[in-house]
């Protein structure tokens, strides 16, 4: 018999919070730390769910009430709870003014974003905004935005022109200063709009940064029949997670106000950059280059990439030998331990993390992941071959053909430019022209690292990954 529908057992509390981006990573991290400082200390802080795009997850969760199962995956075995902290989910292009008008609530107090790297709509290579994006383009001349930057400026409009105070703008991207990032694109676009609405905001609005952190795998239709079988109800749209969870936030909310945070085991710090430098470089730019390098081997999972010794050493010389010499480490964190529960994070079998999916829009993640890493390097006359190598392999994959010449699928807003300029060059050439592409790599760095960078990219063609990395020793 098939399992029944998973519904909501208890009421979901009053919306303070909107979320935009409602994808696995904030429902299987944020939300349940959210839920968790409700339970913890009250508060009436459900979230109304923003999906920017599709209307897959509003569709999965409406028959449940918005409840969902976040699946704990580790080494032993599943653990599984539903969490039940969303009040709403709405879908943007269905209704861009219903959006607007739960963002303009006065009792909704701090937004919430997850809406990837390519969502500020920014330049990568500088953090500005990008005025030719064609979302921000369509922002400037339409009230109902398409952007995330656009639904941030257009409901603090609203609130102004209520009189209420504006929101709490906290980014929870893996971008570096992701406060100030978020609050640059919105001041700038807010200037091109009305330059008193952007006077405004610059004096009345927070935008705190945070760093967070938690390994989620997209889930798979073979989760979603796993886990009906495990609790005997089916939830179309569960969350896969690992154990970890790590959340630094800023303390800077406007009038204070806020979930109990810090009794669930959010840091709330006077400084969070040191935080997101280790997290970025440390965690997220050895997965990018263990996502390009170990796809191109065939491996289809961290934790498989893991388990191929030569990966296993080539990601302890990157932490030990490219990384954590050029980083300052948080007060209290020993960067050799971190480290050291990065790899047990990486090897667990329990998660299944796709290189492919890690690998998307690299031409977003690059900069902060590996580029700072390498200039810094550079500036101390420090070689960082294994982090040129891992650039080498991303411009492999982005000409859309493994070693063996069979298609790679690469999803990257960059792809098609990427495509065109690897297509249009022969050998090594490809690698320098990547290069020359200047919303990706500053072009002084670009000139310090092309000869490496072109010697690598043929030595992987030539050679093969394995080889490639072994000799790196
Ligand atoms: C990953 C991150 O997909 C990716 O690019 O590097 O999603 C990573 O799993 C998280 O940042 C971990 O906190």
New binding site residues.
Partial sequence: MPAERLTRTEPAPRAGIVHLGLGA?FRAHGAIYIAEAVAASGGDWGITGVSLQSPGTRDALAPQGWAYTAVEQSPEGEKTRIVNVLSDVLVAPENPNAVLSAMADSAVKIVTLTVTEKGYCHNPATGALNPDHPDIVHDLSHDLPRSAPGYLVRALERRRAAGEAPFTVLSCD?LPHNGALVRGVVLDLARRIDTSLADWIEKEGRFPASM?????PATSAEDIARIAALTGRHDAAPVMHEPFRQWVIEDDFIAGARPDLGAVGVQMVADVIPFEHM?LRM??GT??ALAYLGYLAGHETIAETMADPVFAAYVQRLWSDEIIPALTPPEGTDLHDYAKALAARYANPGIR?RTW??A?DGSQ?LPQRILGTLAENIASGRASPGLIAAIAGWMIYVGGKGLGGAPIEVKDPMAGDLRAIVDAHEGEGAARALLAVDAIFPQDLAAAIEADVAEAYTALRRDGVRDVLARLG
């Fill in positions: 990573f893996n967070v952190d938690r390994i989620v997290k965690l997220n997965h990018s993390h999916q890690i998307m993640k």
